[in-house]
């Protein structure tokens, strides 16, 4: 499955040519560094790396400049393994961008999901709370209720809905269909929205 690296930009909407108006998430795919190509003989497996985004060489380190000094290029902040093969034979330096893809095609876009910090049951999992104060319930609105546990099992059973940490999690939204490319700016814009914050690290698969 290839792909490319991208970040998001925002989100804005689009009208189609019935006149529907559709939530749209604007991305810059690339462009990206092909920093490693990577063989079964070699390897033990066929992959293709690629670097997106730049650093400084201070920020990188000897081993990381080196690497990127292999494949003519400064060091990238993002680097990505892509394991299946490309449309075209890929070889250490050149550069993948928005062309790869078309208008119309179906994408898959994995990210980081905003961070939400320790948060309840209702916020967390949807619960309704017991909604409103009775027969002398005293902040009890938002509670989880009973989990259940007794004299047996005397345990609570592990996958319970409860209260915790919510979001900063990898998520991949799949088959976005993509509405509009602008090449010369490499934007890509997809139908739907793509979890995390502007700015966020995307990559992009097909």
């Known amino acids: 499955m290839s792909g490319i690296i991208?970040?998001?930009?925002?989100?804005?909407?689009?009208?189609?040519e019935q006149g529907k108006n559709h939530a749209c998430?604007?991305?810059?795919?690339?462009?990206?560094?092909v920093s490693q190509v990577k063989t079964v003989e070699k390897d033990g497996y066929s992959a293709v790396q690629l670097g997106f985004g730049e650093r400084t060489t201070k920020s990188a380190g000897s081993p990381l400049v080196g690497h990127f000094k292999k494949a003519g290029t400064t060091p990238k902040r993002k680097v990505v393994e892509f394991r299946?093969?490309?449309?075209?034979?890929?070889?250490?330096g050149d550069v993948v961008t928005v062309d790869m893809f078309a208008e119309g095609e179906f994408v898959h876009v994995t990210s980081k999901s905003k961070g939400k910090g320790f948060q309840g049951v209702v916020k967390r999992?949807?619960?309704?709370?017991?909604?409103?104060?009775?027969?002398?319930?005293?902040?009890?609105?938002?509670?989880p209720g009973s989990i259940g546990a007794a004299?047996?099992?005397?345990?609570?059973?592990?996958?319970?809905?409860?209260?915790?940490?919510?979001?900063?999690?990898?998520?991949?939204i799949e088959n976005l269909q993509i509405l509009k490319i602008v090449p010369e700016k490499n934007i890509m814009v997809v139908k739907g929205s793509v979890s995390g914050p502007k700015n966020a690290d995307l990559i992009i698969r097909k």
Not at 127 to 141: A, C, I, K, M, P
Not at 154 to 163: E, P
């Open 125 to 143: 999992h949807g619960f309704g709370g017991v909604g409103q104060r009775t027969h002398g319930q005293h902040n009890r609105e938002r509670a």
């Open 84 to 92: 299946k093969d490309f449309p075209q034979e890929m070889n250490l």
């Open 25 to 33: 998430t604007v991305i810059e795919a690339g462009p990206c560094v």
């Open 6 to 16: 991208g970040k998001k930009i925002g989100m804005t909407s689009i009208f189609d």
């Open 151 to 172: 004299s047996y099992p005397a345990r609570v059973f592990k996958g319970m809905k409860m209260a915790g940490q919510m979001g900063d999690e990898r998520v991949t």
